[in-house]
Nanobody, 125 residues
Framework: QVQLVESGGGLVQTGGSLRLSCVASGGTFSSYNMGWFRQAPGKEREFVSA????????YYADSVKGRFTISRDNAKNTVYLQINSLKPEDTAVYYC??????????????????WGQGAQVTVSS
């Protein structure tokens, strides 16, 4: 069983930045591909970004490419999401998740086995 705890969310103005953190416990963090997803009110949970177990490969949704950066520190069991140039449409609850064991990075929620409680990001215009 893996537990994930996100932090770093908040209220920011358009163009602002935040860094989300997700600390994992209870598993072998360095062996997991990790993902970030978000869910806005009335919408389905959507893929934001993911990173391989080693940190050597990462993917982004087109809507965040160039603005968001995913990274990880396996020594700290932590994955990060740096969010820059925030837009009102980025407003959502952001979740980190552990991918089911598979070498290939997957981008749909059903491939992820464990989820954090979520961090609210609100962007004001």
């Amino acid at each position: 069983q893996v537990q994930l705890v996100e932090s770093g969310g908040g209220l920011v103005q358009t163009g602002g930045s935040l860094r989300l953190s997700c600390v994992a416990s209870g598993g072998t963090f360095s062996s997991y591909n990790m993902g970030w997803f978000r869910q806005a009110p009335g919408k389905e949970r959507e893929f934001v970004s993911a990173i391989s177990w080693s940190g050597g490969t990462s993917y982004y949704a087109d809507s965040v490419k160039g603005r968001f950066t995913i990274s990880r520190d396996n020594a700290k069991n932590t994955v990060y999401l740096q969010i820059n140039s925030l837009k009102p449409e980025d407003t959502a609850v952001y979740y980190c998740a552990v991918q089911r064991l598979r070498l290939e990075i997957m981008r749909t929620p059903d491939w992820y086995a464990y989820w954090g409680q979520g961090a609210q990001v609100t962007v004001s215009s």
